[in-house]
């Protein structure tokens, strides 16, 4: 429809207004006797009227008319118009910028065609059109037709003259056709129209843009925006439930009964074995999403045990570390980094005490190749390099971005924008709030925990006298991660090292004369724990 709010101007008007080279609120120069206008209006099916006029200027003469794209329709709402598709033919310009419609016709004939949006609004039972317009020029002739959906097109009221002395319109009428026609002469500055038309209900779509006085403009809440935030907030509501369900799933690594039996039995032999081959240093990392010292010291130990390194103890308080084998590719990355962090630049002996020295050895690169281990094998996410999550959330940054400022400089609606844009940074925080391990790491986890209940159960008298050296060493460093270390040797204090034909444990000097693990068993705690304040002191390696 083409209507307004009281007595505010239609869109529709915008057109008439430059037939008559004025508006309400229109900033006009004064036009030469002699300036005709001749205008073709179409008001189409989508509520979008389309303008094609002339205005023709005598050769001494100029034109320029203002309209106003914003208008005040009361003191509490205004009325908003774009005007679209604009081209001009002939020494005429036309101008849409801060809220002003501009044409400009100097001397000669000037073709103008334009679009006018957010022409149509309803009233109860009817659309109606009413225009209220004052000349701000001279006008020597209008000639105007205009045609809509509907040929029941009628006119209630047409006014002309000064404001308060006004008279009908000498010549306006509707065809049987239902064209509108306009003929008006010998206009004058000042004069006032007063137009009103009606059409049938529904003849086109109801898109008038009236807005209240306390509208935000661009950035208002309009429908539109609560149905954006609306699904911005059941984005967020299914977001937060998939990190806390996370977050509870890796919570429950601790927890939990199953035990899986750490011993593989072979005819009458026994051996070791840990779920899908885990070390005790990738072990450590996953059963709590950090790189403590005891990750580090489990993997010493583990060192030791697979011959890599040679323990000795020198007195309570401090341990020779002798080179057995050099590094080989049956060694992961971060095994190899302890090791050289242990034994740098082919030395073949270092003690505790000479590695304790100020600045003589880092835990960093250890820290570095551990997690790198754990994030090459699927178990760790690679928070270093942007995953999905950064991705999808940028693009959403962006694309908010785009669409605030697009939407800001069209048709409002901007907060619908800002809503893309806040998915956007939600879901680039996610990843900080997800745990770090993957679900392959998650259920791996939870099988080296299952993997430490077994150890609690297993009994030395389970295993034949030439294994239990083996496993009781293999193991040991499983339970050195979970502060059980204390446990798993009491089990075995009866364990005869010499039972292999080899006195003593083989990775473990000093006690080669012992028919049992008693001494081994006061003293190997201190080792531990002198081991985990080395690596403690040379940096805290958390992640």
Request: charge should be negative; glycine fraction near 10%; aromatic fraction near 6%.
């Amino acid at each position: 429809m083409l209507t307004f709010r009281g007595a505010a101007l239609g869109a529709l008007l915008l057109a008439i207004a430059a037939m008559f080279a004025a508006a309400p609120v229109a900033q006009a120069q004064p036009a030469p006797d002699g300036v005709t206008i001749t205008a073709d209006l179409k008001l189409n099916r989508a509520g979008v009227l389309e303008v094609v006029e002339q205005i023709s200027v005598p050769t001494d003469g100029s034109f320029r008319m203002s309209l106003p794209l914003r208008l005040k329709v009361s003191d509490d709402a205004e009325r908003v118009f774009r005007v679209t598709d604009v081209n001009t033919e002939g020494p005429g310009t036309a101008t849409v910028a801060n809220d002003q419609f501009t044409i400009e016709a100097r001397p000669g004939k000037s073709t103008f065609q334009y679009s006018v949006q957010n022409t149509v609004s309803d009233a109860p039972g009817t659309q109606v059109f009413h225009w209220l317009g004052v000349l701000g020029a001279d006008i020597a002739s209008i000639s105007a037709s205009l045609i809509s959906p509907s040929f029941e097109m009628g006119i209630v009221d047409c006014k002309l003259g000064p404001p308060g002395n006004t008279r009908p319109c000498a010549d306006v009428k509707i065809e049987s056709d239902g064209v509108l026609f306009l003929e008006q002469t010998d206009l004058h500055k000042g004069d006032a129209i007063d137009l009103t038309l009606q059409l049938p209900p529904g003849t086109v779509p109801s898109n008038a843009d009236v807005r209240g006085g306390g509208d935000a403009g661009p950035f208002a809440i309009t429908a539109p925006v609560l149905v954006a935030f609306g699904v911005l907030l059941l984005a967020l509501a299914i977001l937060v439930v998939f990190v806390l369900r996370a977050r509870r799933q890796d919570a429950t690594v601790g927890g939990g009964t199953e035990t899986i039996d750490p011993l593989l039995r072979e005819g009458d032999r026994v051996q070791f074995t840990s779920p899908d081959g885990a070390l005790p240093g990738e072990a450590g990392l996953l059963l709590d999403g950090y790189v403590d010292p005891v990750d580090i010291a489990a993997t010493v130990v583990d060192l030791a045990v697979r011959r890599y390194i040679r323990i000795t103890p020198l007195s309570d308080s401090d341990w020779r570390i002798t080179r057995v084998n050099t590094p080989d590719d049956q060694l992961r990355d971060y095994e190899k980094a302890v090791y050289q962090t242990l034994l740098p630049g082919g030395a073949d002996a270092v003690t505790l005490g000479e590695l304790r020295a100020p600045g003589r050895m880092t835990s960093g690169p250890v820290r570095a190749a551990l997690i790198a281990d754990a994030v090459a094998r699927g178990n760790f996410l690679d928070r270093r390099r942007p995953g999905i999550a950064v991705w999808l959330g940028g693009a959403l940054v962006v694309a908010g971005i785009a669409v605030t400022v697009a939407l800001a400089l069209t048709s409002g609606h901007a907060l619908v924008g800002v809503a893309i844009a806040l998915g956007g940074v939600a879901t680039l925080l996610s990843p900080k709030y997800l745990p770090v391990r993957t679900t392959r790491g998650l259920e791996l986890a939870r099988q080296i925990r299952a993997l430490q209940r077994g150890l609690e159960t297993t009994r030395r008298e389970h295993i034949p006298p030439i294994d239990q050296e083996t496993v009781f060493s293999r193991a040991l460093p499983f339970t050195v991660l979970g502060a059980r270390a204390d446990n798993w040797i009491r089990a075995f204090r009866d364990l005869d090292p010499s039972a292999d034909a080899q006195p003593g444990l083989y990775w473990f000097g000093g006690f080669e004369r012992d028919r049992n693990l008693q001494r081994f068993a006061s003293h190997f705690p201190f080792f531990i724990t002198a081991l985990e304040g080395l690596f403690a002191n040379a940096g805290d390696p958390h992640r």
